[in-house]
Structure formats: C-alpha cells, structure tokens
C-alpha cells in the first residue's frame, strides 16, 4: 500500500450521506484530542491531510480519505462533554448507521492515550467493539510523553486489559517522533492482504 497517495475525500455528517463500500476500510476511532488527525497525518506522512482541530469535539463528522486502495476512516471523536444531547444522539445514529451498514471493514484501530488509563468513554467503545464483533488492534498514542522504562510496561498493561475486548493487538506510536509508525503500517498491510477477497 502507497501511503503516499492519499488524499482527502469527504465529510458526511449524515448516516444516508455515506458512501458505497467499494474498497477496504481502516477504520480508527478514539476520545476526542486523543491524536486520530496527528496518526493518520503521520501514517501518509503528510502534515495536513487531516486537519487537527483546536477544539476537541469539533469534529461530528465520519472523515473518508482515500489512501492508496483503500479508505481510512475517522470516526468523531467521543467523551467530549461540551455538545448537546441532540448533537450527541446525531453522533451516536452516524456511528451505529456506519457499523450497521454490510461494510468492507479490514480492521479498525482504537485510539487510546499511552499515559492515561482507559477512561469510562474508552472501555465503553472497547464494549461496543467487541458486542457488535468489530476486529480491532489498539495504538496507544503520545508514546514519546513515556519514559523508555516504562513502554514495556504500559503496553503489557494495555494488552491485558484490552484482551477481554478481543482486541487483535497493541502499538505503541508517537506522530512526533515517528515511534511505532512503521509496526503500525506493517499490520495494516498484513490485514489488507489477508482481506483481500473482500
């Protein structure tokens, strides 16, 4: 996969606004500021293929980019308390609608942040992945805010406690330094492969 050749592609802020599944998709989820426009931008090393937003929250949109053969999407981000209930149920029927949906899903990537442990937000998507049977690895962002002593430990941490969820495995990554990049990449080309007959 040429990550190089990517390029944005829509915003839909409507479930009935998605497009057709043509292609696989790599889908990444995470809490608000938790880093999914920095990853993404690091991943086809580009700096502003997907905007990173001041405002946590901001974005209530499903993000398509397409990215070689495949699309990455991104999901709103999720626990950010200032929007309104009505704003939050739209998020919550675009979510549902987009996993409801018979969609070519290779896998998706949740978004957790190295330093903290999971929030209450955090282990509910972690619930909702595993109720609804979605595949999914895990990279723990701002791995460069981490002592090199502690990285063995917190991502052991992690694998424990993302285990329950069925989750496939754990990365640690940094969009500032580049750390875990390269894994992260090599998985999803392994599960484009193994999907290809999708």
Known sequence: MNYNNAQFLASYGLSSQLPDSDRPE??????????KSSLINKLCNRKNLARVSATPGKTATINFYQVDSVYFVDLPGYGYARV????????????NSYFDAARKRAVL??????????????????E???????EFAVALTKADKLKKSQMAATREEFV???????????????????QGIGELQAFLAQR???DNGL
């Open 26 to 35: 790599f889908v990444f989820s995470g809490r608000s500021n938790v880093g």
């Open 84 to 95: 309104s209930d009505q704003e939050r149920r739209r998020w919550d029927d675009l979510i």
């Open 109 to 126: 990537i949740q978004l957790l942040d190295s330093r903290h442990a999971p929030s209450a937000d955090d282990r509910q998507m972690l």
């Open 128 to 134: 909702y992945l595993r109720y609804h049977g979605v």
């Open 160 to 178: 424990r406690i993302c285990a329950e969820y069925g989750c496939k495995d754990v990365f640690l990554v940094s969009s500032e330094n580049g």
């Open 192 to 194: 484009l492969e193994a």
